[in-house]
């Protein structure tokens, strides 16, 4: 795994082409990242739940980088992200979609509404679950079972942005183009401006 202590900004386009596992009770399940969402905290980021500093919800984003940022939303999704930058700078990267790599009919039970593969972990929900992460992991290394993230040997190519989707108010306008995705990749979820963004 890289060096994960440095700002999301930064760590965001290398997670493209990553893979990401989960080893569950149920079984493994691994996605190559396709799309991720960048977030900085403390004043800088208004998209990012840290804008107003440490909570008891967001105190993960102020650990050790390299661990998983869980948080529930919508009263009903789990979403996940990597925790980065040095402890203390709360930064993390959402995933937002992926490729089922490995695990494929454990993924599709978890996901009995996709109408297809590419959609099983294509928007930030949608991966967790077909993941089988739960909000009980939050703050889990990525560095050991049960998760694993492996990062590609060369950075992937065809990497797109655009401002981060479904975002309300200041954090989902420019110039928080902080969306990272890989172009033309059918896992990678539509672009969705928030009404009050």
Known sequence: MIDLSRSSLEIAP???GAVFRH?????????RITEVEAYIGDGLDPGSHAFRGKTARNA??????????TYFTYGMHVCANVVCSPAGEATAVLLRGGEVIEGLDLARERRTTAKNDAEL??????????????????????????????????PVSGVATSLRTGVSGPGGRAPFEWRYYLAGDPTVS????????
């Open 14 to 16: 290398l997670l493209l």
């Open 23 to 31: 080893d569950s009770p149920a079984g493994a399940v691994a996605i």
């Open 60 to 69: 993960v984003m102020y650990g050790e980088p390299g661990h998983l940022y």
């Open 121 to 154: 972990a294509r928007g930030p929900a949608r991966l967790v679950r077909a993941l089988g992460i739960a909000m009980t992991d939050n703050g889990a290394p990525l560095d050991r079972a049960p998760f694993a993230l492996e990062f590609p040997a060369e």
């Open 190 to 197: 539509p672009y969705k401006r928030h009404p009050k963004a």
